[in-house]
């Protein structure tokens, strides 16, 4: 199966931008169960200098330097994404066997230091948009992640009761929303309840990681798909020692497979936000994002 994600960003200034630098975070990244066939990044006013390399955490990562004065700026990546299921089968029965490990060998585990779980301890710290997790956070992820019972089964209960506990709700939060006030309300967007996630589980010894990209979305039955419609979205990745990473999706209490794409990951959303700027001018800015992701 192949996808086509086409994500388009437009900056509207209030005054002229002398120049411009931005970091694009765009192109999906190869996995064992997705390979980019294709990507291609347009920008207008044109860049003066234009880089790609990859991130800390191994993200593409695309720097744009922009010199000709302008009003608008514009930045649209296409993508072409295949998934393979022969992968997505192998992932599920690695599912079936880490439900063997329970909560209590994991923590054991993690004090072995290879170098995989090295790598992977990083994931449990706090980190620049994550605070230590509260006592209340940590009891709420404990009602359901016990010490003899299978961290797998553990977690997936916990993110189904995020999803059952919290209202996705627009417009109720930004960046500088602290993860208690999302736990306190229990609303938010996906953005937030992986962020909440994360507090949860850094807080009780696991090593959790914010994976972006985005998800297929389907229209009501009888209807057209809207070109658009789409959206950015976040779930959450958790490191199980011997067996790897597994990804869980709380805002739609799904286990990510064919209907997820991802484009990378890191610490919490400030590692991997699509577009990161600076730019030389005063006055206010508009952003308009558009998104469509669609089955070839």
Known sequence: MIYTIYHSTRFIYQHEVGFSHNLIRLQPRDTLVQKVLN?????????????AYR?????HLHHLLIRE??????????????????????????????????YAQTLERMMFL???????????????????????????????IKPE?????????????IYSDFAFVSG????????????AEKKGVCQDFAHFALTALRGIGLSARYMSGYIETNPPEGAEKLFGSDA??????????????????PTNNLVPLDQHILLGYGRDYGDISPMQGVVSGSGSSHLGVMVDVSRE
């Open 55 to 59: 991130d800390f955490f191994g993200n």
């Open 69 to 102: 004065p302008h009003t608008i700026l514009s930045v649209a990546a296409q993508s072409r994404v295949e998934i393979d299921f022969n992968a997505i089968e192998r992932l599920q029965e690695s599912r079936q066997r880490v439900s063997a490990l329970t």
């Open 149 to 161: 019972r299978s961290l797998y089964e553990g977690i997936s209960e916990f993110m189904g009761r």
């Open 114 to 144: 290879t170098s995989e779980i090295i790598e992977a301890k990083q994931y449990t710290l706090k980190s620049p948009l994550l605070s230590i997790a509260s006592a209340e956070i940590i009891d709420y992820a404990l009602q359901s």
């Open 172 to 183: 109720f939060s930004d960046l500088s929303t602290p993860v208690e006030r999302v736990f």
């Open 39 to 51: 990507f291609d990044l347009t920008v207008e006013p044109l860049a003066a200098e234009r880089e």
């Open 232 to 249: 950015s979205h976040a779930w959450v990745g958790v490191f199980f020692p011997g067996f790897g990473w597994f990804d869980f999706d």
